[in-house]
T-cell receptor, first 114, second 109 residues
Framework: DAMVIQNPRYQVTQFGKPVTLSCSQTLNHNVMYWYQQKSSQAPKLLFHYYDKDFNNEADTPDNFQSRRPNTSFCFLDIRSPGLGDAAMYLC?????????????FGPGTRLTVL | GQNIDQPTEMTATEGAIVQINCTYQTSGFNGLFWYQQHAGEAPTFLSYNVLDGLEEKGRFSSFLSRSKGYSYLLLKELQMKDSASYLCAVRDSNYQLIWGAGTKLIIKP
């Protein structure tokens, strides 16, 4: 089945220790998104790629970086995680076409910062 | 600023009907989405409205009034598995999705 896969599902890191979250998709979608979601809050868009074009949200901290080496994979790097970065990180994809252009989400990675 | 408002929490009884409202103020409008999110899981797509009116999909229906900046999600014949958060999201003139914080729906037997 075509899908969006995120690894790992749960990640524990130490304060200040770099961490990388990964996302892959078999949908062959043009657009990949990274969201941060804290408990009972709306998903917050960090950045997205349209093909190789990177789009950073204005309020995304510099501590967060992303890489998309090919159509299928996208990575979220947190250079120096702080306690406030503990959250669910959601990867999503969409075709990037006009019209509905539904976003399809992976299962998420829950990040704990000790 | 852009804003999506939804009730924080609602409670309903198994077998009943519940309506979850969403009001929005955005820079332009290019469609409204409803997603379901079970605790600790990713959002899953439920419905999309871009024209005024009601869209029906089985037990779930979604309504849109663009002039009022208003939508609702109607869930019929509630089942225990419908206990989840329901997120409203609007696509603005820049094709960015603006998300609400979600409505936590609690179903009681």
């Amino acid at each position: 089945d075509a899908m969006v896969i995120q690894n790992p599902r749960y990640q524990v890191t130490q304060f200040g220790k770099p961490v990388t979250l990964s996302c892959s998709q078999t949908l062959n979608h043009n657009v990949m998104y990274w969201y941060q979601q804290k408990s009972s809050q709306a998903p917050k868009l960090l950045f997205h790629y349209y093909d190789k074009d990177f789009n950073n949200e204005a309020d995304t901290p510099d501590n967060f970086q992303s890489r998309r080496p090919n159509t299928s994979f996208c990575f979220l790097d947190i250079r120096s995680p702080g306690l406030g970065d503990a959250a669910m990180y959601l990867c999503a994809t969409s075709r990037g076409a006009q019209g509905v252009d539904t976003q399809y989400f992976g299962p998420g990675t829950r990040l704990t910062v000790l | 600023g852009q804003n999506i408002d939804q009730p924080t929490e609602m409670t309903a009884t198994e077998g009943a009907i519940v309506q979850i409202n969403c009001t929005y103020q955005t820079s332009g409008f290019n469609g409204l989405f409803w997603y379901q999110q079970h605790a600790g899981e990713a959002p899953t797509f439920l419905s999309y409205n871009v024209l005024d009116g009601l869209e029906e999909k089985g037990r779930f229906s979604s309504f849109l009034s663009r002039s009022k900046g208003y939508s609702y999600l109607l869930l019929k014949e509630l089942q225990m598995k419908d206990s989840a958060s329901y997120l409203c999201a609007v696509r603005d003139s820049n094709y960015q999705l603006i998300w609400g914080a979600g409505t936590k729906l609690i179903i009681k037997p």
